[in-house]
């Protein structure tokens, strides 16, 4: 590992993360209070996730869909116009400013401001050959994969995204995705996808099981 993966990485977080958790406060109190009014409680979205070396933790979002929404329909995928997703919601997750509490995953270290995004164990456990390279290093609140295509990626393009990000992870490289991620947020490239459906993203074969 270089001198920047060893040290210079989490001070970028602890540094970054302060600072977007100051900025971004007021838009997160603001996202709140909006939920609290239209949606009522809960307001956050708590979900274990995979991250460095396969320890999971809890990542925390806004929610953007109905209760128990995980346990209906398409699942963990979606479908075009899927109902499960309320009109505020939809936009939350159009500007992105559904993943800001997880600012707080940053600054506890479960996660970084670059790297592969984190996924549910399910989707790991599913695709462990080709995920296992990633899981070498932290999940991150944006990725490559989001500033390459964000949700029109299939899990193919996701998964090589991943990987050549977990090659090479440079100071450089961070922050050139940070920087194209503001664009991304700002002209909402890449949000809108016709299909989002497990027949669609998931276009890999899956490891197969010993029994």
Known sequence: MSFYERHGK???DLAGGAVLGVVGAPLMAAAAAVLWRTQGRPILFHQTRVGRDGREFTIVKFRTMVPGAAHHGAGMWFEPDDP????VGRWLRATSIDELPQV?????????????????REIVDRYMSRYRETLEVRPGLTCLAAVEGRNTL?????IDADQRYARRVTLGSDVAILLRTVAVVVLRRGYHADDESETWVEDVEADEVAG
């Open 10 to 12: 989490r001070a970028l």
């Open 104 to 120: 707080w995953n940053v600054l506890r270290g479960d996660m970084s401001l670059v790297g592969p995004r984190p996924k549910p």
């Open 154 to 158: 299939r899990r193919s393009q996701m």
């Open 84 to 87: 499960r997703v309320t009109p």
